[in-house]
């Protein structure tokens, strides 16, 4: 386990990225990549919610649902621009395979959001590894890539509070 945890620290650290931030909306965005995962309850409902904004408004998107725990739920494929990491596609120490994640690494984005609710190694290396402008992420972790956090709440943390608040932030708040 002390190994794994080692060659975990060194590939965060390796895909930790020298960035400049800028706030970007959504009606400024071009490009949009998330990540979330299939173990919380009722993301499926929030994640095509998001996709229909985004359609609606004309943004391609790029996302990225993992499937890594234990869970009694049926994995369903969202969407041809979401592709899903499960236990069997990550190495020995956690690392996604590249053909999962080169969409969203290769690629740069306008703004990167993070669905998860929990912390895990996973979603922390592809949160830093994404090449964004702005991130938005629900967790404050060690190394936090994110330029905003909307903290779990009122709505009691489920991820259709997180994208209302979403969307509410990123409505109010204006670039300077």
């Given at each position: 386990?002390?190994?794994?945890?080692?060659?975990?620290?060194?590939?965060?650290?390796?895909?930790?990225?020298?960035?400049?931030?800028?706030?970007?909306?959504?009606?400024?965005?071009?490009?949009?990549?998330?990540?979330?995962?299939?173990?919380?309850?009722?993301?499926?409902?929030?994640?095509?919610?998001?996709?229909?904004?985004?359609?609606?408004?004309?943004?391609?998107?790029?996302?990225?649902?993992?499937?890594?725990?234990?869970?009694?739920?049926?994995?369903?494929?969202?969407?041809?621009?979401?592709?899903?990491?499960?236990?069997?596609?990550?190495?020995?120490?956690?690392?996604?395979?590249?053909?999962?994640?080169?969409k969203l690494f290769v690629n740069s984005f306008d703004i990167f959001v993070d669905f998860n609710c929990q912390e895990s190694f996973l979603q922390e290396y592809i949160a830093l590894k994404t090449q964004s402008v702005f991130k938005i992420g629900r967790i404050v972790t060690e190394h936090t890539p994110y330029d905003l956090v909307l903290e779990q709440g009122e709505g009691g943390g489920s991820s259709s509070a997180y994208l209302n608040q979403l969307f509410h932030y990123m409505d109010k708040i204006k670039p300077a």
């Open positions: 386990m002390f190994f794994r945890n080692t060659l975990r620290k060194k590939a965060l650290k390796h895909a930790a990225q020298q960035r400049s931030v800028s706030f970007t909306s959504f009606p400024m965005a071009a490009k949009v990549a998330f990540c979330f995962s299939y173990n919380e309850d009722g993301i499926e409902q929030s994640v095509l919610s998001f996709i229909e904004f985004l359609r609606n408004n004309n943004i391609s998107f790029s996302g990225i649902g993992t499937a890594v725990g234990k869970t009694k739920k049926q994995i369903i494929h969202l969407d041809e621009n979401i592709s899903i990491i499960r236990k069997f596609d990550c190495n020995f120490y956690g690392l996604p395979a590249h053909h999962k994640t080169s």
